[in-house]
């Protein structure tokens, strides 16, 4: 027949790639792939028949002529063969083309052979062509698939671009229109923080309020690096030493003494002033600048909150209990590191309102 299975393979490959890419009808795609196919089927139908023991043993003054192997097919078109059309009608179009492939001096059985070549035929032509049809319905679902799914990633792109432009703006606020504010409540919260930590005022270590809150970040940094130094077994017992800024202590500073001061017990001060005003501040902030503030410094004041909130600070003033903590036992590397965990989002606090040089 000179058709190998390798040949039909790489045939029928090709005509798919060529339509699929010139984007054919479903209609023009069928035409095209099985073009010459069906007169193949027709051929491989009759010679299957020739073969079957039924024609060899019940058939046998027939012989099938397969000298010019499936040549004389080209007698017929494919619109003559089409396994949709009407019996009596394929009948009539390939009954000479059947007579000349099965050849003998009797006609007696010629409409048995002709009727099971059609039966036949029609079943073969019409599976491959729901095969064929199946392959383009897989071929349009994959497109349609493909189709959605750009479309959707083309929203979630733009979504995606709205959001980073959304934030940017933001950031844009947080560092030129509101960044003087959020200095000033972080800074009262690092000033409560290192107050704390040193049981002493900010200022006594040269960490007083700036403009830009550097001089803070540097001592929070400097705080943090040197935490198990100043956080000891005896931290809760050593109160924190306060400035008390009214006249008479401004005269003596003026005149060249120290601010007069006094001692507050660790449980007071955690109370009231680092946890209290800490809060406060970040509430403030949340309240007034919600909207234009970025997920990340919004994500960083919930989580400095919540630490706040540690256990490990509960002094019991909260609830109206009066404990002794001076001497209290306490689980002192938890307590350096809620400490340090502080201090690290301080610091990235801060990194997120400096300006870009």
Known sequence: MGDSLKDKIQDKIIDELINFISGKSKEELINIITKDDLKKIFFKTMKDFSMSTYFQNELRNYIFNDDNGIDLMNMLDNEMIKPGLAVEQLTNNTQEVINLYFISDYDDARGVITQTIISKYRQNASLK??????????????????????????????????????????????????????????????????????????????????????????????????????????????????????????DATFNGGKPLGRSISYKDFCTYYFKKEAISEIRKILQQYEHNLTKEFINDLLELESNYN??????????????????ATFDLLAMQKEIHNLGDILIRLYDQLKKEL
């Open 129 to 250: 062509l729901k095969l064929y049809d199946l392959l383009i319905q897989q071929e349009n679902f994959y497109n349609n698939t493909k189709h959605q799914l750009d479309n959707q990633s083309k929203i979630l792109n733009e979504i995606k671009n709205k959001q980073v432009k959304e934030e940017d703006d933001k950031k844009f606020v947080m560092k030129h229109q509101i960044r003087s504010a959020l200095i000033t409540s972080l800074s009262k919260i690092s000033n409560n923080y290192l107050h704390f930590v040193l049981k002493k005022s900010a200022s006594f270590v040269g960490a007083e309020e700036t403009s830009d809150g550097l001089n803070f970040k540097k001592a929070i940094i400097e705080t943090i690096s040197n935490i198990d130094n100043l956080v000891g077994g005896d931290f809760l017992k050593n109160p924190i030493y306060v400035v008390i800024f009214n006249q008479e202590s401004i």
């Open 310 to 327: 540690s256990m490990i600070f509960m002094t019991g003033l909260e609830v109206n209990i009066n404990l002794d903590l001076e001497n």
